[in-house]
C-alpha cells in the first residue's frame, strides 16, 4: 500500500504495537488519530506526536464504538485506513472451569471488537478512492499458547473473519490486511514482557512491518513469526505439543 497520505485510525494506539506502529505512519507523512480507554495514554502519545489526534473508545461498547465512528466521519472525511489493533491477553486454564469475566472481556476485546468497528466504518472506506482495513492477529492465532487458549483461538477467529472480509471486498476500493506479530517486546502480558531477551524488540518489529507494509502484501509476516505461521495444517499437533512444552518450563513465553 502507499505509507503517506492517508488519512489511520488505530485501536489500541496508546500503547504497545498500536503506540509505535502509530508513531511510525505518523512520521511518513499520515494524518493518524489513536484510540483507548486511557485518557493518559492517548494525552501522552499525542504530546509527543504533535499533529497526531486522538479520541477515546472502549471498544467492549457498541454505543461507544457507534459514537466514535460518527465523529471520525464529521472530522476527518479524507480517513481511509482502519487499524483494529486493540486487544488483551490474559492467562485462563481450559483444563479448569474458565472465568466468565475473562472469557467475555477477552472475546468481547479481541473479535467482537474488530468486527464491530469495522461494520461501523465499511461503508465509509468503500467510498474512498484507496482504503484498508489491516486487522491485527497474533502468531498465536496459527500456534496456540495453551496457557492464554481464549486469545489464542480470538486470534484465530480474526484471521478466519480477515479472509472472509477480504473476499467479499474484492473489487472494492478497501483492501484487507492480516499483522501478524510474534512475540514482541511490550506490556501485553506485564511489565516483564518489555525486556524478555526471547521476545522480538519493538523497534525492531516496527521497521519491518513497516517495509512490507509497503509491499502488495495481504499477511504482513516478520521472519520471526514464520515458524508459527506456518505450522497450520494437518500436521500441526506435533510441534503445537512442543510449543507448549517450553512455554510450560519457561512461563512467561
Known sequence: MNLTGNTIFITGGGSGIGRALAEALHKLGNQVIISGRRKTHLDATTEANPGMQSVELNIEDP????????????????????????????????????????????VTTNLLGPVRMTSALIEHLKAQPAAAVMNVTSGLAYTPMAPTAIYSATKAALHSYTLSERYKLKGTSVKVIEIVPPYVQTELMGTHQASDPRAMPLADYIAETIQLLGTDAEEILVQRVLPLRNNAGPNEAAFVNQFNDIITQNPHH
Open 63 to 106: 454505543a461507544s464504538i457507534a459514537a466514535v465512528a460518527a465523529k471520525l466521519i464529521a472530522d476527518f472525511p479524507a480517513l481511509n485506513v482502519l487499524i483494529n489493533n486493540a486487544g488483551i491477553m490474559q492467562i485462563d486454564d481450559a483444563s479448569a472451569p474458565v472465568s466468565d469475566e475473562v472469557l467475555v472481556s477477552t
